[in-house]
Structure formats: C-alpha cells, structure tokens
C-alpha cells in the first residue's frame, strides 16, 4: 500500500522559513521522483519543483528559485521542502507527489499526500 505524509507546515512571519517532510512507503522509493506542490484557495495546484532520482531540483515556479531547495533521503524514504524568506504569496497547501520522473504537471503524478498548511503572515 503506497503511504504519502506530508507535515512540518505552520504559521510563520514575512522572512521567516519552513521545512516540510514527505514521508513516502509502499514502492521502489529511488525509482521514483518527488515533486512539491501547492495549491492556495480558489486556484489550481501550480508545481514549485521536482526532486529527481539524482537528488537534483527542477524549478517550475519562478518565485520559488533561491528560496526553496528540494532533497531527498533514500534511506528514510524522505524527501524536503526547505522554504526560506516566505512572503504571504507562498500561503498555501503544500502537496508532495511521485512520479517515474519530473514532471510540470499535477496530474501526471501517481500518488499524492494529504498536504500540509503553510500560512505566512503579511
């Protein structure tokens, strides 16, 4: 059974920074990449990166380049969303994903989590 457990979202202040966990379980974890996502009230979930098998980010949100840094753990079957300098834009549900590899798009993941509430205070 493949688990997907997003946690370490919070109520933080303008400037300050987060670290979410993805705790995955159930598959080939180094087989697979691990995308973060976020998906703010009334709007579409929009990709911030994507961990690949090489432990390597590929950006999909503009904003998010030299503030946000994905990794991965393979022996924990972990992977981190470490958010520096959060503004109030960056309010959201942040979502993990997996995926064979990096994809842009929400849709082509396989498994997702429940997310975890990130609120940056103006």
């Known amino acids: 059974e493949v688990q997907i457990v997003e946690s370490g979202g919070g109520s933080v202040q303008a400037g300050g920074s987060l670290r979410l966990s993805c705790v995955a379980s159930g598959f080939t974890y180094a087989d697979y990449a691990i995308g973060w996502f976020r998906q703010a009230p009334g709007k579409e979930r929009e990709g911030i990166l994507c961990i690949n098998k090489s432990d390597q980010n590929e950006y999909y949100t503009n904003s998010a380049k030299g503030r946000f840094t994905g990794s991965r753990d393979n022996a924990k079957k972990t992977a981190y969303l470490q958010m520096n300098s959060l503004n109030p834009d960056d309010t959201a549900r942040y979502y993990c994903?997996?995926?064979?590899?990096?994809?842009?798009?929400?849709?082509?993941?396989?498994?997702w989590g429940q997310g975890t509430q990130v609120t940056v205070a103006s």
């Open positions: 994903g997996v995926a064979i590899w990096c994809v842009r798009t929400w849709y082509e993941y396989d498994y």
